[in-house]
């Protein structure tokens, strides 16, 4: 990677402008209905500037501080994921002919994205839903589309809320990689960090001015202070192990006198990629959408069999979710689920602290403990020659 | 990770929502509320150019109802219709039952693993039993029939056949051609009737008196409900079968099919890509967790 550089703050401006003009549809953190969330940009005015958010499990304010800023808060409600991964998306159509019905598979072209202000752990969170939609036996269309033109730009936190806790994932604050652009601001202008040529390209008209010692001290001072602002920690030591030899642990009914089961962990969380397919049909029932929505493994009628729902209690529909974040997750994507964001802590309505509940378990022994053993299915073992046809 | 993610390793299936317009040729009834589909595709090139291998399932689906998971039958004698055995329970096997023969309706498929036949070979010639409760015949259907096809690589080769009442008992009409074709079937039921003169009581009675001569290359493949599964599986235990020669086939409400929609989670196994088809030694510690 090359030296970083230096560009005065009105520049960014300039590089929306080009980006605008290159055809990306630029989005960045906004004050909307009293949070900062991640809309269409136009220009710098856009920004948060002197905007500051306080958080604390089940609590996000926003308020106006005297700082000069455009950066200097932590994540709100929104996450990439829904440009990405959109809440709501048709996946294929029909349509009734004389002949019965016709398919169509929805390939839509979506817009270029350009995210502007993404941090450290939503970098993070990014990289593991790439591994989810794009990585496995099959690729996810809808993603891959938005996903092979989005336009990066990062930005180091320089401030850390009491929620925070990317420091015991691994995942910040930092960013050190999967940008095409990593700003830091400082009082007097962005320190720019270039991570791809397609980066490189697009400041290329920009007045660049070469870093010198004074500002790469301050911005490295600026990014310590985010992460001594970090205060939370998850000791993520056999956490797969802890958390799957545990699954009769007391602590789980613990969990479910206080969860509402109200979906809102899994609908802020970056990396949660429920979701269920339904009907939407006109009137005469003859042009039919299949809609992909968002679901939550919150939801009782989530997973069934013939015989019933699987998880009929609290208990067992937040077990389902936390062991999948933290555990399962391992097996199936060879990452952790979590990114450390600290957004499900802030945005539970009852301000469940999922490092609580993980400290809970590991630091209260529980003496009927066994491992299931859990071995990946050999794909060789099940394959059928392909002439057979009965 | 790239900014740009590297897509050229995205090849694999693109279009998992391809759904193929099908109709229903055929219906038979099986049992009370279980019928038979025989399926067309209703273009030349996809009936071409769809192959699936037995255990795997297909996505039906009836436009403004939605889709259901059904594990393939196999296809009629001929091959050119692609058999569903459904029971009659949700929105979407009602509107098949209700649609009945000249049904247009939409299929996506094959997806999932299928029976491990590379265990079957000239040299060993393995003992199969194969345990089916109820409609779990089904997703059986075209593994007997493989076994018939492939007579030569196995040894004995058992079906046995629990149902509630006789006439939960499915492919009736099959079985006899089935055991003329060596294959050794046994019955039984919970309620009988009263001209029924089969065995009386559940499945797993069945595996405990059959003559096992080979346990260690005995292999054992069922299908039913969770609970008839974990006792087939421990009294094959019991009869000194290993483990792993243990297989069986898993269901959950599959949404999606390709692992991306969460539905089907069994802990870490997406049923609908690691299985539906396990061995027993994988899922088991997974299956004791209650509400998991």
Known sequence: MEEPCLIEK?????????????????????????????????????????????????????????????????LGPHSWKQFLFPPKQSVSSCKKTDNGWEFTTNVDSPPKFAFLGVRA??????????????????????????????????????VAASTCFCTSMGTGPKCKSAFDLALTELDDGFVVEVGTTRGRSMIS????RKIDREHASDSQLLQQRACDQITKRMDTSGIRNLLLENLDHPHWDDVAKRCLSCTNCTMVCPTCFCSSVTE???????????????DSCFNVDFSYTASGTVRDDVRSRYRQWLTHKLASWHDQFDSSGCVGCGRCITWCPVGIDLTAEVAAIRNTPFSNRTLPVIQPVSKAACAFPKDFKP | MNAKPDLTKARR???PWHTFPVTIRRVCAEAPNVMTYDFEFDNHSDAQQYAFSPGQFNMLYVPGAGEA???????????RFLKHTIRTVGVVTQAIAKGGVGMSLGLRGPFGTSWPVDFFSHQLKRDVIVVAGGIGLAPLRSLVLFLIQHREKVGSVRLLIGARSPEDVVYESELHEWSENGVEIHVTVDRPSLNWRGQVGVVTLLLGRIAIPRPQSTLVMTCGPEVMMRYVAKSAMDRKIPTENVWLTLERNMNCAIGLCGHCQLGP?????DGPVFRYDYVRDLLRVQHF
């Open chain 2, 13 to 15: 299936s693109s279009e």
């Open chain 1, 280 to 294: 939407v049909s006109n009137l005469s029932g003859d042009q039919i959408e299949r809609e992909r929505q968002w």
């Open chain 1, 121 to 158: 752990c939503e970098l993070a969170a990014i990289e593991v839903q790439d591994r989810v939609f794009l990585e496995g036996p099959f690729v996810d269309p809808v993603y891959q589309a938005r996903r092979e033109s989005t336009f990066i730009i990062a930005v180091n936190c320089t």
């Open chain 1, 10 to 74: 009105s520049e960014l401006n300039r590089l929306i402008e080009r980006l605008i003009r290159e055809g990306f549809l630029v989005l960045g953190p906004r004050v909307e209905d009293s949070a900062i969330l991640y809309c269409e940009i136009q220009s710098m005015r856009d920004l948060p500037r002197g905007y500051r958010d306080t958080q604390e499990p089940g609590k996000y304010r926003v308020a106006e501080s005297n700082g000069e800023n455009y950066f200097e808060f932590n």
């Open chain 2, 269 to 273: 196994k997406f049923i609908c890509k």
């Open chain 2, 69 to 79: 998971a059904i594990s393939i039958a196999g296809r009629t004698n001929e091959g």
């Open chain 1, 205 to 208: 008209d920009l007045n660049i």
